[in-house]
């Protein structure tokens, strides 16, 4: 190239400080601390702290206390007014401390509501980002492999199962679990018979809800299943809907979709029946405990062997635990839809992912930019590589479809690793360097890394937030981006849409390449850059490839691109087949050794 050898390596220099100093997450630091949640076994990922277990227990504790001591100033308010009248002081004493009691109690049982709905919310926040830092981590081979529906069921579906069986299951069943055992102790302690009959009842509505809560977790089974296969479709007809309308397949798709709908709803009503047989138990039992509290409370007062106290006391104790029977019986449901959830929520965190100590990995540090692959295999894809690419050089790449071309840029770039061999650069072995400092050393434009939602200035720094204007005005001018900003009204403030639906062609690749070209990357991968676009942005790219000082890859089918190469590799089924220097492949391809009169400004 003609731009000037120092001025190129200060230029990387100082893009590698740069982007160490201003990062929000610097190199030395390499990964957020979400990240080491990605050492522990999925299982303890899953699991709730020692801390939100007391704070419910606390809550129940004091829940206790306060059925405890309702019931017992019940049945001394009730003999007192039985024994010295209405105008008792010690009644009077009596009725205000119960006040005092229920208020507290109402509180409690706000705080319970509140205290039980933030330990789910901050649970399924902290499961949220450990699933998300696990996918970010995991092959790109894996994710392709993985189907959308069934990753956003994870993170929404699933994980708001999970946040329910935590606050309203697990915390509140805590809470009502406690509750239940201090208002038994009680009916126990008023009289043996009326505990009895109140723990009787409660473990029998158990046992049948143990049953019917097998029926549920079929159910939530296949329920799953058929939303999984609408939420795929759906995804797929919302992201393909032009497809669909240009090839005339509305009809046909309305059809599959209403009875994928069908089949989801079905499933859907027999749930809503087994939910229904849940509640109607829980509700029951804690009714018919209540109903039994009176009959035998009245049985032993007209026995003489209970006090008219005792049993309007049990009548108020018996009352109070219906609720927290209605809870315990309702955690069996929310225990049955977040074990299913969890289990997949487990098994997605057990997938393989591509670095397993992120953060204790050194960074990767590139001077001169060499590439060696060292019998690099992928599995379906690369067989046994071998193979350099020295410093600064632009090696173009060329071959049939299925050839491994793009498969043998994921693997420098670490989309995907090899199963057998390694890449280094500048003699250090990819695989033991961090992933993050190697996506910031070597940079990838592709078909198959589309533009995001946002700005076009969210778009064009995406690799480096923080880049100084100057670096930003570098980009757009070296990558065309000023015929872009003209052309939209609201420049580098406008927005992009997914994958850069709202763009030409044209538009998004020179975005996209000024985008990979951010920081100066000491190695440059370019997937088929040029593909579907018209000569006069075709230039455009190749001349800013030309005047890129670093390493470059460059896929591509058009020998006159690979003709500006300093070495073309011709590759067929997972193999370089030929490596041919670039003055002899343009000798073969165009009869001469001189470049084009466009690009020999920019040679290398």
């Given at each position: ?413 670490r989309i995907t690793d090899p199963d057998e061999g390694d890449v280094a650069v500048d003699g250090q072995s990819l695989s033991g360097c961090s992933l993050r400092s190697c996506a910031r050393q070597i940079s990838m434009m592709s078909n198959e890394l589309p533009l995001l939602r946002g700005s076009l200035r969210r778009n064009l720094l995406y690799r480096w937030r923080e880049a100084p204007d100057s670096e930003l005005e570098r980009v757009i001018k070296l990558c065309g981006v000023e015929e872009v900003i ?119």
């Open positions: 190239m003609s731009t000037d050898p120092g001025k190129n390596e200060q230029l990387h220099s100082s893009g590698e400080d740069q982007l160490s100093r201003d990062d929000n997450r610097p190199l030395d630091v390499d990964d957020s601390r979400a990240m080491n949640d990605l050492r522990l076994a999925p299982r303890d990922a899953v699991r709730l702290g020692a801390f939100e277990i007391v704070q419910v227990v606390l809550i129940g504790l004091a829940q206790a206390a306060i059925i405890v001591a309702t019931g017992l100033l019940v049945r001394a308010a009730m003999d007192t007014l039985e024994r010295d009248g209405l105008v008792s002081g010690h009644f009077l004493t009596l009725i205000a401390v119960l006040a005092v009691v229920v208020l507290i109690g109402g509180l409690v049982r706000g705080l319970e509501w509140s205290v039980s709905e933030s330990i789910g919310f901050r649970y399924m926040h902290r499961i949220r980002m450990v699933m998300y830092a696990h996918l970010e981590r995991m092959s790109g081979r894996r994710l392709l492999n993985i189907s959308r529906g069934a990753v956003l069921l994870r993170f929404t579906g699933d994980l708001g199962l999970i946040r329910a069986w935590v606050s309203r299951g697990i915390a509140r069943g805590i809470v009502a679990g406690i509750s239940i055992a201090a208002g038994t102790a009680v009916l126990f302690y008023f009289h043996f018979a009326l505990g009895l009959l109140a723990l009787g009842v409660i473990a029998v509505a158990a046992a049948i809800s143990l049953r019917v809560g097998r029926w549920q977790r079929r159910a939530i089974r296949m329920v799953r299943r058929r939303r999984a296969n609408l939420t795929t479709n759906l995804t797929e007809q919302i992201h393909g809907m032009l497809t669909v309308q240009a090839l005339g397949r509305l009809a046909g798709e309305y059809d599959r979709l209403q009875r994928q709908s069908a089949r989801l709803t079905r499933r859907l009503v027999r749930y809503a029946w087994v939910r229904g047989l849940l509640r109607a138990i829980a509700t029951g039992a804690s009714s018919l405990a209540m109903v039994g509290v009176l009959a035998v409370g009245a049985y032993y007062f007209a026995a003489g062997q209970v006090t008219l106290g005792t049993v309007v006391a049990a009548m108020m104790v018996a009352r109070m635990m219906m609720r927290p029977v209605r809870s315990l019986g309702m955690a069996n449901e929310y225990w049955q839809n977040g074990r299913v959830s969890r289990q997949k929520v487990v098994t997605f965190l057990r997938q393989p992912y591509r670095e397993a100590d992120g953060v204790e990995l050194p960074k990767l540090r590139v001077r001169k930019g060499l590439i060696e692959f060292r019998n690099v295999s992928l599995v379906g894809a690369l067989h046994g590589i071998n193979a350099r690419v020295e410093p600064r050089q632009l090696v173009a790449i060329m071959g049939p479809s299925g050839a491994g071309k793009s498969s043998l840029l994921s693997v420098v770039a003209a052309g939209l009204p609201d420049g580098l403030s406008a927005g992009i849409k997914e994958g850069g639906a709202n763009l030409s062609a044209g538009y998004a690749a020179r975005i996209a390449l000024a985008r990979a070209m951010v920081g100066n990357p000491k190695i440059l991968l370019l997937d088929e850059p040029t593909l579907n676009l018209d000569d006069a942005t075709r230039r455009i790219v190749l001349e800013a490839v030309l005047h890129y000082g670093g390493t470059v890859l460059l896929v591509t089918r058009e020998p006159e691109e690979a003709a500006l190469a300093d070495v073309v590799w011709e590759m067929e089924d997972g193999r370089i087949e030929r490596t041919i220097p670039g003055d002899s492949f343009r000798a073969s391809v165009g009869g001469q050794t001189v470049l084009p009169a466009w690009a020999r400004g920019g040679s290398r």
